[in-house]
Each structure stands twice: as C-alpha cells, then as structure tokens.
T-cell receptor
Framework: KQEVTQIPAALSVPEGENLVLNCSFTDSAIYNLQWFRQDPGKGLTSLLLIQSSQREQTSGRLNASLDKSSGRSTLYIAASQPGDSATYLC??????????FGTGTRLQVTL | DAGITQSPRHKVTETGTPVTLRCHQT?????MYWYRQDPGHGLRLIHY???????DKGEVSDGYSVSRSKTEDFLLTLESATSSQTSVYFC???????????FGEGSRLTVL
C-alpha cells in the first residue's frame, strides 16, 4: 500500500527566505506526482504536476523535483511571501490511477 | 480556474436523514471524483466516475452511493447520514485517469 509522508507538518519562515518542502512515498511505481496548495476553508489548487519520466517542473517561484528511485519529491519556493502561507500537499498517482495524498505541510510566512 | 461548482457549500442535517451533494463541471472532463477530508486522515477517495454511468468505489465507500447521468454532473448520496460522515467533501475532475486533478471549493457537512 502506497504511503505518502510530508515532513515537517508545519513550518514558519520570515518573508524573503527560500524554502524546501519534502514529500516521500513508499512505492516508486508511480505515474506522476502533484503538488497542491490549500488555503483555509478552500479547495486544493494544483501547483505542479511531474510525470514519472521527468526530473523537475518549474512555475514562477516554484520548482518541484522528483527522484522516483528514492521515493522523494521536493517543492522549492524562492523568495517566500506572506501570500504563500497555506497548506501544501503532495499526491502520487500509482497503479490503477489510484491517487494517494500526503497529510500536508502548513506553511506560514511572516513579515 | 477549472469550472467546478459544488452544492450545497454548507449543510447541517440530523442522523438518519438522506443527503445529496452535487458536483457540476463545465470542463467536459471524463473523470470525476468525490473525496472527504478529515483532520489526521488527509484526503480519502470515496467514489469516482470514468464516464457517464461508469462509477467505482474508493477506499471509504461504505455508506455512500454516487450517480452520473450526465458528463457534467456527479452526485454523492448519503442514504442515511451518520455522525462519522461529518466532514468536508471535495469534488475533483481530470481529463485522464492519471492526469492533473482540479478541485472544487468543498462542501462542509455536519451530521448532528
């Protein structure tokens, strides 16, 4: 059974800092990995999708990497801003297109 | 933003009553999903659909049924609501079974 872990569960950083969020998964037989952000009381917003054949994806200040063999992905946020405060979740798509979510990292960017 | 609308957004009901949540999409995506989100459990798949009238169970399907009579609508029904079904319910869509997932804003259900 696929298990997805995100550490730390919560993170607080000052504005302007670069930061890395971690996601690890136990079964490397995945089709893709997605990163989402969720604001309080809202749905999930897709940030980046990395196919299993890719090593990384970039969107603006966000860069996600994937190391399938080691079961790890990182989400790098450059020059963090208070508006980046949210919960970040990763999810992997495995066999039979089954999606497994991590429980998220709650990020707070302080002024 | 993907065109996904969930209704109702908030509902309070009593144990034993039936409840139906609706998900409507304007993207013409083939796949539609119902998830529930609970503290400590993250997001868990209830049911999903891979086409009109084609549905299958997820990991927490007991006590729930779904129907999809049109591409754009996916209904989640709790035949007899229980307090353990108090949760936030999210609808999601994707073009392909292993494709990028887009979520609705959620429906908060409280069962007293």
């Amino acid at each position: 059974k696929q298990e997805v872990t995100q550490i730390p569960a919560a993170l607080s950083v000052p504005e302007g800092e670069n930061l890395v969020l971690n996601c690890s998964f136990t079964d490397s037989a995945i089709y893709n990995l997605q990163w989402f952000r969720q604001d309080p009381g809202k749905g999930l917003t897709s940030l980046l999708l990395i196919q299993s054949s890719q090593r990384e994806q970039t969107s603006g200040r966000l860069n996600a990497s994937l190391d399938k063999s080691s079961g790890r992905s990182t989400l790098y946020i450059a020059a963090s801003q208070p508006g980046d405060s949210a919960t970040y979740l990763c999810a992997v798509t495995g066999t039979a297109s089954k999606l497994t979510f991590g429980t998220g990292t709650r990020l707070q960017v302080t002024l | 933003d993907a065109g996904i609308t969930q209704s109702p957004r908030h509902k309070v009901t009593e144990t034993g009553t039936p409840v139906t949540l609706r998900c409507h999409q304007t993207e013409n995506h083939r796949y539609m999903y119902w998830y529930r989100q609970d503290p400590g459990h993250g997001l868990r798949l209830i049911h999903y659909s891979y086409g009109v009238k084609d549905t299958d169970k997820g990991e927490v399907s007991d006590g729930y049924s779904v129907s999809r009579s049109k591409t754009e609508d996916f209904l989640l029904t709790l035949e007899s609501a229980t307090s353990s079904q108090t949760s936030v319910y999210f609808c999601a869509i994707s073009e392909q079974g292993s494709g990028e997932l887009f979520f609705g804003e959620g429906s908060r259900l409280t069962v007293l």
